[in-house]
């Protein structure tokens, strides 16, 4: 069995931070209390506290200026896409909102693969499909599932849909194992999903359009009804 990580210090300490700030213990824009303060505060030394700010300010919550202070940066105005984790961590609410925007993506993401894939994307969309349906489980199959979704935006030609994905997929992963349910039966998970790819196989992008719509529509009822029911 695998080593679970431990958390540090800092790890304790990033999550605290992080929470007081989207809660709004340090509402944007504040300035945080001296380091020697908060620090004491906190019960960390300056220096975790330093490596915790680090991490913070790399996420796009923090920014320091030299001589002024650590401010909490205005993230829902000036951040991107990178800090959706981090607020699905936070709050589920942020995932009525992903999904919107999955279906809008995916629909495009099909339309313009059933235009621009190759016949290598296609055998390999084809391939990736049979793993869904011959997946042992929910979660193998979610994750295969995942997989067709990366190779359909690769096949539009756009490595910005590409990184889109991989950015909404990474967006719902801290909750992953509570969106499993339309992936349990492997084979209902491959009926839905293989009207995307022969769309996109037949070359017909209004119709691999329709075909992602319709999915992404019916996995998201039942993966927010799971939720509901939890």
């Given at each position: 069995?695998?080593?679970?990580?431990?958390?540090?210090?800092?790890?304790?300490?990033?999550?605290?931070?992080?929470?007081?700030?989207?809660?709004?213990?340090?509402?944007?824009?504040s300035y945080?209390?001296?380091?020697?303060?908060?620090?004491?505060?906190?019960?960390?030394?300056?220096?975790?506290?330093?490596?915790?700010?680090?991490?913070l300010?790399?996420?796009?919550?923090?920014?320091?200026?030299?001589?002024?202070?650590?401010?909490?940066?205005?993230?829902?105005?000036?951040?991107?896409?990178?800090?959706?984790?981090?607020?699905?961590?936070?709050?589920?609410?942020?995932?009525?909102?992903?999904?919107?925007?999955?279906?809008?993506?995916?629909?495009?993401?099909a339309?313009?693969?059933?235009?621009?894939?190759?016949p290598?994307?296609?055998?390999?969309?084809?391939?990736?499909?049979?793993?869904?349906?011959?997946?042992?489980?929910?979660?193998?199959?979610q994750?295969a599932?995942?997989e067709?979704?990366?190779?359909?935006?690769?096949?539009?030609?756009?490595?910005v849909?590409?990184?889109?994905?991989?950015?909404?997929?990474?967006?719902?992963?801290?909750v992953?194992?509570?969106?499993?349910?339309?992936?349990?039966?492997?084979?209902?998970?491959?009926?839905?999903?293989?009207p995307?790819?022969?769309?996109?196989?037949?070359?017909?992008?209004?119709?691999?359009?329709?075909?992602?719509?319709?999915?992404?529509?019916?996995?998201?009822?039942?993966?927010?009804?799971?939720?509901?029911?939890?």
């Amino acid at each position: 069995m695998e080593t679970l990580p431990r958390e540090t210090v800092v790890d304790v300490l990033e999550n605290r931070l992080r929470e007081d700030i989207l809660t709004g213990r340090h509402p944007t824009g504040s300035y945080l209390p001296p380091e020697r303060e908060l620090a004491t505060g906190y019960g960390v030394t300056r220096t975790t506290l330093k490596h915790a700010f680090g991490r913070l300010v790399h996420a796009g919550l923090l920014e320091t200026r030299h001589g002024v202070g650590t401010r909490v940066r205005d993230y829902a105005r000036l951040g991107g896409a990178d800090l959706l984790p981090m607020l699905v961590r936070h709050s589920p609410d942020w995932l009525g909102e992903i999904f919107e925007v999955r279906r809008s993506i995916g629909a495009l993401i099909a339309a313009r693969a059933a235009s621009q894939r190759t016949p290598a994307q296609l055998a390999e969309l084809r391939g990736l499909l049979a793993a869904v349906a011959g997946a042992e489980g929910g979660d193998p199959a979610q994750l295969a599932d995942s997989e067709v979704h990366r190779a359909l935006a690769r096949a539009t030609g756009n490595r910005v849909y590409t990184l889109l994905t991989n950015t909404l997929f990474n967006a719902y992963l801290p909750v992953r194992a509570h969106l499993v349910e339309p992936f349990r039966d492997p084979g209902a998970a491959h009926a839905r999903l293989a009207p995307v790819v022969e769309a996109v196989a037949g070359g017909d992008a209004d119709a691999a359009r329709t075909a992602a719509d319709a999915y992404l529509t019916a996995t998201e009822r039942i993966m927010l009804d799971a939720l509901g029911a939890a």
